[in-house]
């Protein structure tokens, strides 16, 4: 399995606000995993915008994931849309992310996908989360022989970068992997650009891609 860090890097705005605004497509996929979250300004919103999805369906999709603490199929999305419930990180309340992150895997291979876009580490608000994050990681490649990922492209904000690498490499050891660490590819990063003057003396922004033709350069 190839493991790809897609490192995501945020405009002052969105850090400032907590709000991710920006989702850079990879296309070519088979499924996009996003945590359950449809209402605000939030991954999965900055996700549906991309695509073009319905924000009431997600919004339902999220609530019943949420309640029923289950992982949720949406296949009437292009590409296949796998809601995971939301979890704490790790303040102490001991969420269930090994039993999470088995379910996704399980559905995955279910599916028979080869190529998934992992999405929930890419805007980390407040510190690393390193216990829930090595749990993940510890499944994911103690699953390796038999699940059906081929790439796994897993989202990661720049600004835990280091410590996510450190991590990684901690428990790549304990499984003798041989790939000194994970492939890095640097995401597009989107900006607000002034499009025109309101009467009001506020200015219309569109909120663009940095680089050109990017939605495409990773494949």
Request: with cysteine.
């Amino acid at each position: 399995m190839r493991l790809i860090f897609c490192v995501r890097e945020h405009t002052f705005d969105e850090i400032h606000m907590g709000h991710l605004l920006g989702f850079p497509a990879i296309l070519g996929l088979d499924a996009i995993s996003a945590t359950a979250n449809a209402r605000g300004f939030t991954p999965l919103t900055a996700i549906a915008r991309t695509y073009g999805w319905q924000r009431d369906q997600l919004e339902a999709a999220s609530d019943v994931c949420n309640h029923r603490q289950e992982v949720a199929v949406i296949n009437a999305l292009s590409p296949t849309l796998l809601l995971v419930p939301q979890t704490h990180g790790d303040d102490g309340r001991r969420p269930a992310v090994d039993s999470l992150i088995s379910d996704l895997l399980a559905a995955v291979d279910h599916l028979k996908i080869k190529s998934l876009h992992f999405t929930h580490f890419g805007f980390v608000q407040g510190r690393f989360p390193e216990v829930e994050v090595r749990t993940i990681l510890e499944t994911l490649l103690g699953s390796l022989p038999q699940s059906s990922i081929e790439v796994l492209y897993w989202d990661i904000d720049r600004r835990v970068l280091n410590d996510m690498i450190k991590l990684y490499s901690r428990v790549s050891s304990r499984y003798q992997i041989k790939a000194t660490g994970p492939e890095i590819y640097m995401a597009p990063k989107f900006t607000w650009h002034p499009v025109a003057s309101m009467p009001s003396g506020h200015s219309l922004h569109v909120l663009a891609d940095t680089r050109e033709n990017s939605s495409g350069g990773l494949h």
